[in-house]
């Protein structure tokens, strides 16, 4: 593509507060200042920066009014005033320390800068490097490491503050089923929302295959399932899906919840990709939004919290956006040889996932 420009939006603070008041192997631990630090360092090493293709951008500066789009006021303010007081635990999954409410507001405009910087044809694509991530948050509640919900704000900012009313698909690729960012848009026909996450299918849980959607939107919120220890040919085979929906639905715009914590070295997912596989996905979604919308992709950043392996699964992904060959790091060669493929499971889910599709999708 002519003109390529890539927008990482970047900003200090993310690489320095909002520390988790308790040490490791705390579940709240990982979500930590490092996973960005450790990421800025390993692309200024391999001269990401010195692309000229690659332009660094600020999060916009917004307001509490923006916050309210997405949030309640009550939602919002009790955020607030816990950092205010020095911070808290709002339950096991989600802390608060006295700089969260900033950052996580910081976060918002963060994921809006990016995804509104590629409507507005600022840039190609672009890549919101932000935490806390934020799929998981309801309007009225934090929830598993989330404060405020990044894409769901931003996507409800487009609506209705630049009456950006076109198609838009999320693709949720992180470990866990973003339950919060999956409520935002359950009724909504505009918003198709694709989760491809780790799933327990021991007892019950959210995020199976027959929640479809309600009202209008049935049929745009598509989960598919994966039992824990899928490799990369299993994630390959799982995204085949995706191009027939996708090439129907028309989207005007494509953002991906990027997780990165399906990583097989991951402390909190159990699955088992490498970053080859990162770097594949973004290749396919990338030839994707260039056939169906002019490769207008924003990427924003999710889980992810293994700090050796994070940063060249990200790099696999610039590496893709930027048409170039990636090379995954030598440690990654022959971690998982003796790994077996889940590709019989995923057969029966994808069949059955088909099934229930079917009345709301021609061509799967």
Not at 22 to 44: M, V
Not at 131 to 154: D, Q, T, V, W
Not at 261 to 268: E, G
Not at 291 to 320: D, M, T
């Amino acid at each position: 593509m002519l003109n390529k420009k890539v927008g990482i939006i970047l900003d200090d603070d993310f690489g320095s507060k909002h520390i988790p008041p308790y040490p490791k192997p705390s579940f709240i631990s990982f979500e930590h200042p490092n996973r960005i630090n450790c990421i800025l360092n390993h692309l200024e090493r391999i001269g990401l920066f010195k692309d000229k293709r690659v332009v660094k951008v600020k999060p916009k500066e917004i307001d509490e009014a923006i916050l309210e789009l997405a949030h309640s006021k009550y939602h919002i303010k009790a955020i607030k005033k816990i950092s205010n007081l020095g911070g808290g635990l709002l339950d096991e999954e989600v802390f608060v320390t006295d700089d969260t409410f900033d950052l996580a507001k910081k976060a918002v405009g963060g994921a809006i800068e990016a995804i509104e910087g590629v409507v507005k044809n600022s840039y190609t694509q672009s890549f919101a490097l932000i935490r806390p991530p934020g799929h998981h948050a309801y309007r009225e509640k934090s929830s598993g490491l989330c404060i405020f919900n990044n894409i769901a704000n931003s996507i409800l900012y487009l609506r209705k503050k630049l009456s950006y009313n076109d198609k838009i698909a999320i693709i949720d690729i992180d470990d866990h089923f973003g339950d919060g960012l999956a409520q935002y848009f359950y009724h909504d026909p505009s918003v198709l929302y694709f989760s491809l996450h780790e799933f327990d299918f021991t007892e019950g849980d959210l995020g199976m295959v027959d929640e479809l959607g309600i009202d209008e939107g049935i049929g745009k919120n598509i989960n598919f399932p994966v039992p824990e220890g899928i490799i990369n040919e299993d994630f390959y085979y799982c995204l085949d899906l995706l191009e027939p929906i996708l090439n129907e639905f028309q989207p005007a715009l494509i953002i991906v919840a990027a997780g990165f914590d399906m990583y097989y070295a991951d402390p909190i997912g159990n699955c088992l990709l490498t970053s080859s596989a990162y770097n594949h996905f973004a290749a396919k979604i990338l030839r994707i939004a260039e056939e169906l919308c002019e490769g207008r992709i924003s990427f924003v950043l999710e889980g992810g919290y293994n700090v050796i392996g994070l940063p060249y699964c990200v790099e696999a992904v610039f590496k893709a956006l930027l048409n170039e060959k990636y090379e995954a790091p030598i440690f990654e060669k022959d971690a998982l040889l003796l790994c077996e493929s889940n590709i019989e499971d995923l057969k029966k889910i994808k069949k059955m996932l088909t099934k229930l599709l079917s009345p709301y999708w021609e061509h799967i």
